[in-house]
């Protein structure tokens, strides 16, 4: 449990490392905010004050390009100082623990860590470890991206308003998917009833299999039918462990979301994907970039969200 953690004493958002046990209102005080950085003029145009004279510093343990590039735009906006330590050619490498790396970075004036990690317990560990400051996790192993969920929460609330109404279908790999754990865990805070998960039983997490607040199908065409949102997954390769897994032709045929498939969804359905896209795999390149798609948007937003979440830990700190 990491509630204690990521509240302060007055309740308020001093690290962000999952959506399980924060408080709903604290969700929505993420997407009311980020509504507020999102016009184009806050977003592309200004630089906001508001974190000025703050050190912000990504400890990215892990590849990444839309998170690592929207979190410093994002801090960027907020006119904070931005500290890159290439962990490639940083110190790591001569055996320095995580922890050792952040004091010193601390040492210097950094007070918000953007972390993304292999190991489940690491932002979680950091986060113990930090005397004065924040943690924001920005995506650790299979189980949690808490920003990414958000940014898919406020661009489904853009096009289809309130979450609860919808039907929300995920297609993919969830069973290596940080970002299908926190979308369930975010929808089910929101109030969404509707929440389907697709996928082969080699990349079904048996956690889901047991859980009666989401449907489970096997079948693309049975899972969407009538969706308002259809999310699709890349094949997270580099994390299958399973000998058993699905062939990638065999997904092609039964789990690509195709034009043709697209159509068992409601016909203003939008379809999303959190990036990277293998193309002709999870998704087509007709869908992903057809009318319906809303992806680079999703990317957008991005920045509004880690607006959002930068400047709500950095009031925390006051
Ligand atoms: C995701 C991630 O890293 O978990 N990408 C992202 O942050 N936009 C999804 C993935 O790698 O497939």
Redesign the pocket.
Known sequence: MTDSIQLNEKGQLQHFLSIEDLPTQILIDILDRAKSFVDPETLHAKKVPLLKGIMVAPLFF?N?T??LLTFEIAAKRLSSDWVNLNLDTSSKNKGESDVDTMNNLQAMGCSIFIVRHKSYAAPIELAKSLQEGSIINA?DSNRA?PT?AMLDMFTIREHKGDISQLSVAIIGDIEH???ARSQVAALKKLGCADIRLIAPESLLPTQFANDNTVQTFASVEQGIEQADVVIT??I?KERITKTNIISEQDYIRDYCLTSERLKSAKSDAIVMH???INRGIEITSEVADGEQSVILEQVTNGIAIRMAVLSMVASSQI
Do not use: A, I, K, W
Request: net charge positive; no cysteine.
């Open positions: 892990e990444s839309r998170t995506g991206h990414q998917s940080r970002v997954l890349r997270q959190p990036g990277p």
